[in-house]
């Protein structure tokens, strides 16, 4: 995601050409749900975007923090966040607030068959794997024609 | 004329596969699995608007206009100078909310 995403930020959606649009698949237990509470109260205050990048970035010390450390290392994602409350950020994550929407996407999606990641879907279609630039921009092109 | 079965038909799939494998697009990109894989996936092609069940009953619609339809309110912080927002579902948006085209990336943040 780290090489792919950019480039198609640049080449679509810069452009006005494509909206990109973010779901939370949460696989991995605890681990993926504090990420993703660190996203979506990032995101209540408008830095959603700056945390998802932040944290496809981090992921090995998202992976190596304890487990009983988690929401330590998701305050310490949102310090490195200019601009963010942090107080009403930890606040969000303490709380959970988000939790209960990021689970209920996540069921819903499963019964599409959302199981794995990634997956793409663009046109009503869904797509398994990461592909490569060219690959999702030949996708993109056919949807924009 | 005899029949050509499915398995017969398969079986030359796998041959030419195994003779050509060049032929075959990349494995990292593709589409859902038969229905009889997996019966929850929902793949389908894409209809303005569907409404009625279509021909193929193992192929869920999925509704293009619910998640991508932009919304009234947008995020007033720029993300490298993109706008960012929110769909109609609630779910993170980067980008012109009335793009022709919405891509919807579905992933875990580890």
Redesign the interface.
């Known amino acids: 995601m780290l090489t792919v995403e950019p480039e198609i930020i640049e080449r679509y959606v810069r452009p006005g050409r494509v909206r990109l649009i973010f779901r939370d698949v949460l696989n991995h237990g605890e681990r993926s749900e504090r990420a993703s509470e660190a996203a979506a109260c990032a995101g209540r205050q408008g830095y959603f975007w700056h945390m998802h990048r932040l944290l496809f970035e981090a992921q090995d010390e998202s992976w190596g923090a304890p487990r009983d450390q988690l929401v330590g290392q998701m305050i310490a994602f949102g310090a490195r966040i200019e601009g963010l409350d942090q107080a009403a950020y930890g606040q969000c994550l303490a709380e959970r607030a988000t939790l209960a929407g990021l689970q209920a996407a996540d069921r819903e999606q499963r019964t599409r068959g959302v199981t794995v990641q990634p997956v793409f879907e663009l046109a009503g279609r869904l797509y398994f794997g990461l592909p490569t630039v060219d690959q999702l921009s030949a996708l993109l092109d056919e949807a924009l024609r | 004329m005899p029949r050509i079965s499915h398995l017969s038909l398969a079986s030359l799939a796998l041959l030419l596969a195994a003779c050509f494998p060049s032929a075959l697009p990349?494995?990292?990109?593709?589409?859902?699995p038969p229905p009889q894989a997996?019966a929850?996936?929902?793949?389908?092609?894409?209809?303005p608007a569907?409404t009625a069940a279509p021909a193929d009953p193992t192929i869920?619609?999925?509704p293009?206009t619910a998640?991508?339809a932009?919304t009234a309110t947008e995020?007033?912080?720029l993300?490298?100078?993109?706008a960012?927002g929110q769909?109609a579902g609630?779910?993170?948006?980067?980008?012109?909310?009335?793009?022709?085209?919405?891509?919807?990336?579905?992933?875990?943040?580890?």
Do not use: R
Request: charged share 10%.
């Open positions: 990349p494995a990292t990109l593709t589409l859902a997996t929850a996936i929902a793949a389908t092609i894409a209809a569907v869920s619609p999925v293009p998640e991508a932009p995020a007033a912080v993300y490298d100078g993109l960012q769909t609630g779910f993170p948006a980067l980008g012109d909310p009335n793009a022709p085209v919405a891509l919807i990336d579905y992933s875990d943040f580890l």
